[in-house]
């Protein structure tokens, strides 16, 4: 029987460096990358938060990263420094011009070029979907997404969010989905229970999101390699 050997941490910051070099949205020169005990920490400075938030993705892709320390920051050309005022109005017209995102409830707040998100929605991805078409602005230095779901009264129950759920598991994630244990308490979802990746990790969490009638998703899995027979 073989023997799962863990990666070392200089395997691993190979690894991240690696993959920050294949992600076209992100100039892997311009970042640092630490690793103790499974643990990477991102240093350095971007243009965008959109290449920050790539970098910290292109990380937790990397096989054998518990978590992810992301200490870079984001500092814009001086061609591309904006107002609050234009950040603002580019907000609301990026969050209106979406044709899924529910933008008469949603607000924005700009300050010194971080947007915070207010509001309700319906579903997780109109959540996603409007932190996402604000984050990719010009200008934009941080996204704080302070929406809340609240799903219509029909749509909610628990018998129905738990096959939901369970049936998203065997599309997305089928080999890790059996390690997963869901609890359903009034729309809140808790997921618990082992995964092997990252990339598992997200892909159970997103399909508990994407699921009609989920208010909230709490995500208590655990990344732990199974080791190979």
Known sequence: MAQHVA???SQIQREVCDELKWNTRVK???IGVEVSIGVV???GTVDSWTARVAAQE???RVSGVLDVANDIQVKLPGSHERNDTDIARAARAALAWHALVPHERIRTTVSYGSVTLEGTVDFWS????AESCVRNLTGVRQVKNLITVEPVARLVSPQAVRATIEQALERHAEHAAKHVQIAITDG???LSGDV???TDRD???GAARGTPGVRNVDNQLRIRPYHAA
């Open 28 to 30: 892997e020169t311009d």
């Open 41 to 43: 920490t991102l240093t």
């Open 58 to 60: 292109a990380a937790h």
């Open 196 to 198: 092997p990746s990252w």
């Open 7 to 9: 990666k070392s941490d």
């Open 203 to 205: 892909a159970i969490e």
């Open 126 to 129: 109109q959540h996603d979907d």
């Open 188 to 190: 809140r979802v808790i």
